[in-house]
């Protein structure tokens, strides 16, 4: 589509008003889990927009996959910044600024736009809401992907499961840096390799092998043993990294239902301080938006803070993630 003369004016309009901004996903869930993460407050800084909500006809696992965020102050150029940045920029296709609204399906385009589709420059994005049909043109070069391809979520051997934990502790507003971590079910090492990046010490507990580059960090040690016999192993690894005092955070991956899960690992909390988070990756067993498990109910979580269950855009359909801090 040509348009000939619009573009100044576009950007005058985007900087004067308002905008709503329509982020397309990959899948619904992916959308549907936006909204709840923009709910939380967790990733989005100041102006994303004051409310979220899934648009278009849909089913909880099927539909156009767009989340419309209304009012958003930030400039355009801060919200992709700050997108591509993100921890959740691999689940996204496509960003659609609306900003001007017609009355109704029957308005015209403005009369000084001219439409003649003699080469591909620019995009017209239309949507209906409840307050009517409303629209917006983007230069080719402004849209956020045009393609299917998505590049790997992180970059390196041990990437796929390290985009859980990597959104997991963005997700935590004050996560711990520079302490001890416990990594359970560690293998084959993606988890440890990047809490090694930011953690004093890492102590990687897992019957299995770990990758040779993990294994190669000077600030590993791994207990090749299961969990549950795994405990003086733990001591002396926490005593040697001079950690008598606990560990900060405490994370598992170990692929377990909660019910098996908090039992695997009630007794380590007592290896964690005060102020110490626990990160766990839940399983469940079908793939419904809304899980029957509530951490709050746990007595082994009665020592906690801040417990949740939260479903981040790396977990899959059945897997959630439950974060909680020491009291
Ligand atoms: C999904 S993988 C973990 C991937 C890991 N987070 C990473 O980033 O490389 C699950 C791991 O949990 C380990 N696991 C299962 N049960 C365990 C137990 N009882 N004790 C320790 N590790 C266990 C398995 O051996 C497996 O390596």
Same mark, same amino acid.
């Given at each position: 589509?040509?348009?000939?003369?619009?573009?100044?004016?576009?950007?005058?309009?985007?900087?004067?008003?308002?905008?709503?901004?329509?982020?397309?996903?990959?899948?619904?869930?992916?959308?549907?889990?936006?909204?709840?993460?923009?709910?939380?407050?967790?990733?989005?800084?100041?102006?994303?927009?004051?409310?979220?909500?899934?648009?278009?006809?849909?089913?909880?696992?099927?539909?156009?996959?767009?989340?419309?965020?209304?009012?958003?102050?930030?400039?355009?150029?801060?919200?992709?910044?700050?997108?591509?940045?993100?921890v959740m920029?691999w689940a996204?296709?496509?960003?659609?600024?609306?900003?001007?609204?017609?009355?109704?399906?029957?308005?015209?385009?403005?009369?000084?736009?001219?439409?003649?589709?003699?080469?591909?420059?620019?995009?017209?994005?239309?949507?209906?809401?409840?307050?009517?049909?409303?629209?917006?043109?983007?230069?080719?070069?402004?849209?956020?992907?045009?393609?299917?391809?998505?590049?790997?979520r992180?970059?390196?051997?041990?990437?796929k499961a390290t985009s859980k934990l990597a959104e997991a502790?963005?997700?935590?507003?004050? @996560?711990?840096? %520079?302490? +001890?971590?416990?990594? /359970?079910?560690?293998?084959?090492? #993606?988890?440890?390799? $990047? !809490?090694?990046?930011?953690?004093?010490?890492?102590?990687?507990?897992?019957?299995?092998?770990?990758?040779?580059?993990?294994?190669?960090?000077?600030?590993?040690?791994?207990?090749?043993?299961?969990?549950?016999?795994?405990?003086?192993?733990?001591?002396?690894?926490?005593?040697?990294?001079?950690?008598?005092?606990?560990?900060?955070?405490?994370?598992?991956?170990?692929?377990?239902?909660?019910? @098996?899960?908090? %039992?695997? +690992?009630?007794?380590? /909390?007592?290896?964690?301080?005060? #102020?110490?988070?626990? $990160? !766990?990756?839940?399983?469940?067993?079908?793939?419904?938006?809304?899980?029957?498990?509530?951490?709050?109910?746990?007595?082994?979580?009665?020592?906690?803070?801040?417990?949740?269950?939260?479903?981040l855009l790396a977990n899959t359909?059945?897997e959630?993630t439950?974060?909680?801090?020491?009291?």
């Amino acid at each position: 589509m040509c348009v000939r003369g619009l573009e100044d004016a576009q950007e005058a309009c985007l900087a004067t008003q308002t905008p709503d901004v329509i982020v397309q996903f990959q899948s619904q869930t992916h959308a549907y889990r936006c909204v709840l993460l923009h709910q939380s407050g967790a990733f989005f800084p100041e102006g994303c927009g004051v409310e979220a909500e899934e648009v278009g006809p849909r089913t909880d696992h099927a539909g156009p996959c767009l989340v419309l965020l209304k009012g958003v102050t930030l400039p355009r150029a801060d919200f992709e910044a700050w997108l591509r940045d993100s921890v959740m920029e691999w689940a996204v296709m496509r960003v659609y600024w609306i900003k001007q609204r017609c009355a109704d399906r029957q308005d015209a385009l403005p009369l000084d736009w001219v439409l003649q589709p003699a080469a591909f420059t620019h995009v017209l994005d239309v949507v209906e809401t409840a307050a009517g049909v409303a629209y917006s043109m983007s230069p080719c070069p402004r849209l956020f992907r045009t393609t299917a391809w998505t590049r790997p979520r992180l970059e390196g051997p041990l990437c796929k499961a390290t985009s859980k934990l990597a959104e997991a502790l963005a997700w935590v507003k004050h @996560a711990p840096r %520079g302490g +001890v971590a416990i990594d /359970l079910g560690a293998s084959p090492g #993606g988890w440890s390799t $990047l !809490l090694a990046s930011s953690m004093h010490h890492v102590i990687s507990i897992d019957p299995a092998d770990m990758a040779p580059e993990a294994l190669a960090l000077p600030n590993l040690t791994h207990i090749k043993s299961r969990v549950e016999t795994a405990l003086p192993q733990i001591e002396a690894a926490l005593a040697a990294a001079g950690a008598g005092g606990g560990a900060d955070l405490l994370v598992s991956d170990m692929n377990k239902h909660p019910s @098996a899960m908090i %039992g695997m +690992v009630e007794p380590l /909390l007592a290896y964690l301080k005060p #102020g110490g988070h626990l $990160l !766990l990756t839940l399983k469940f067993f079908s793939r419904s938006r809304d899980k029957a498990w509530d951490p709050t109910n746990c007595p082994q979580l009665a020592g906690f803070r801040g417990v949740q269950v939260v479903w981040l855009l790396a977990n899959t359909a059945h897997e959630r993630t439950c974060v909680a801090i020491k009291c």
